[in-house]
């Protein structure tokens, strides 16, 4: 079973980094803990004290693996979504499903026609 993995750095900074299919999660006194990418739904970042490493970004997104940034606050900033496969790419049914579970999809793609039209 896919599982949210959710960083929240309010008590201490937490470092993203890529350790071979894994993400390592580094915080400062404490021991590192390990993300296997294969396992990941998504990566829910709250707040701007989690620092990523470009590689560890890459992998989650070349993974398949969704990151969405919320405030500090728990307001939806951003969502990074990996590109799908060629093959899912002419799928459009597909790809919309796959989206839809995303929290603020509607509010994007309502975005996205009014931008179309």
């Known amino acids: 079973m896919l599982e949210a993995l959710h960083l929240d750095a309010a008590e201490r900074p937490v470092a993203v980094l890529l350790d071979g299919p894994a993400l390592r999660l580094r915080r400062a006194g404490l021991p ?3 993300a296997p990418l294969p396992r990941l739904a998504r990566v829910v970042v709250h707040g ?5 490493r470009t590689e560890a970004l890459l992998a ?14 728990g307001a939806l900033v951003a969502v990074l979504v ?5 093959a899912q790419r002419r799928d459009l049914a597909a790809v919309l499903d796959a989206a839809a579970t995303l ?6 793609l309502e975005d996205f ?3 179309e039209i």
Do not use: M, T
């Open 48 to 52: 701007p004290r989690v620092q990523w």
């Open 103 to 108: 929290p603020g999809f509607r509010s994007l």
């Open 32 to 34: 590192d803990v390990f």
């Open 113 to 115: 026609c009014r931008a």
């Open 82 to 86: 990996p590109v799908l496969p060629p």
């Open 60 to 73: 989650c997104a070349e993974g398949g693996v969704p990151v969405l940034l919320l405030s500090g606050r």
